[in-house]
């Protein structure tokens, strides 16, 4: 059974860092694209980072490049996303997606964060 369970999110104010988890089961992260994507209240979906395992790849939007860093534990099966110096427009509900040619395939059902004073 392929499954993606995001982890710590919650309420932190503007200025302040979370980590993010997504532990995957069913698969390994061996030789595999994961990404990390978001919904805001109201917004539509926007991808922020990717990884690839097994090789240097990392990858992020313009908006979080220099504060958010994906790395993964494969030994662990899980996706990390470090989310530092967070601005209030980081709210919102954060997906891990496991990356296939073309797309994605399984979703995570996300863990909200909260970026308010």
């Known amino acids: 059974q392929v499954q993606l369970v995001e982890s710590g999110g919650g309420l932190v104010q503007p200025g302040g860092s979370l980590r993010l988890s997504c532990a995957a089961s069913?698969?390994?992260?061996?030789?595999?694209?994961m990404h990390w994507v978001r919904q805001s209240p109201g917004k539509g979906l926007e991808w922020i980072s990717t990884?690839?395992?097994?090789?240097?790849?990392?990858y992020y939007s313009d908006s979080v490049k220099g504060r958010f860093a994906i790395s993964a534990d494969t030994d662990k099966n899980i996706v990390y996303l470090q989310m530092n110096n967070l601005k209030p427009d980081a709210t919102a509900v954060y997906y891990c997606a496991r990356g296939i040619v073309g797309g994605s395939d399984y979703w995570g059902k996300g863990t909200q964060v909260t970026v308010s004073s």
């Open positions: 069913g698969f390994t992260l061996r030789a595999v694209y």
């Open positions: 990884l690839r395992s097994g090789a240097v790849e990392t």
